[in-house]
């Protein structure tokens, strides 16, 4: 085979007709998702962490892989805040799960975590981490609603004097699996019975929050790391957060790998492989 520079293309045809010598995988790109936060009766969860990039990978080691769980609610009441979501781990790189929502009785704030669970009224909302996700909300005091989980790519928002409950912050969105999908958004504030609109959950899997104790907010949702929606006092417990996901591509002119464990959904996006993970695994190259 001739030597030189080569465009992807000539390396393909070349590896087409068994000409090209192929080497190990030199690096990977990679989405690594937490699981979000639980929501509870002070606020919306908030959105997992969220680490995007590319990293080196070496020949013949294992890599672990962790994909995190949504937290939950904590078991409900007024003076309990929601849990936080699992830790996503791939290698090195490790995304810190949605923090949890506050409580009702206001005396336990929102936690902290990837990004930050929604407080209520005067209790303030859970800091996020930098690089991974944003603050949650405050809630509001005159309006006795809660506020939005924060979210990989904005704060959740503080309910406005309406009386609807705060928004969850926007997630953030990847192409790496060959769609264009969200993730990581807060989980959106409940509100009273006086609330003539509902909170949206955050573009990204969070999930919307109650009006006054309705019982229809939702969970985060599955694999996108997504903050759990708010409950309001005792009549309504906040929800679950979304599990998270962990997402690896690079070109398939470089091999399969070596082996894997955890059932990986293994697919093609243009000219590279893609591998998912929705639960634990490894890797090796």
Known sequence: MANGIFTLKQQQIANADGTWVIGKTPSVD???????????????????GLLAGVVSVVAGSSITVTVGNGGSNGGGGAAVQGVNGGNSVFGSITATGGGGAASFSGVQSGLNGGSGGGGYNFSAGGAGISGQGNFGAYGNIISTATGGGGGAGTVGS????????????????????????????????????????????????????CIGGDALNTAGGANTGGGGGGGFNV???????????????????????????????????????????????????
């Open 30 to 48: 990679y989405l690594v998702v937490a699981g979000g936060g639980g929501g509870q009766t002070g606020g919306g969860g908030g959105g997992g």
């Open 158 to 209: 503080i309910p406005p004097a309406s009386s609807t409950g705060g928004n969850g912050g926007a997630g953030i969105a990847s192409a790496i699996s060959g769609t264009v999908t969200a993730y990581a958004g807060g989980g959106g504030g409940g509100a009273n019975a006086s609330a003539t609109v509902r909170s949206s959950g955050g573009a990204g899997g969070g999930g919307v929050g």
């Open 235 to 285: 009549n309504s417990d906040g929800k679950s957060g979304g599990t998270g996901i962990v997402i690896i591509s690079y070109p398939n002119i470089y091999p399969v790998a070596a082996s894997t464990t955890g059932s990986p959904t293994v697919t093609t996006n243009g000219s590279n492989r893609v591998y998912t993970w929705t639960g634990n695994g490894s890797i090796t190259f």
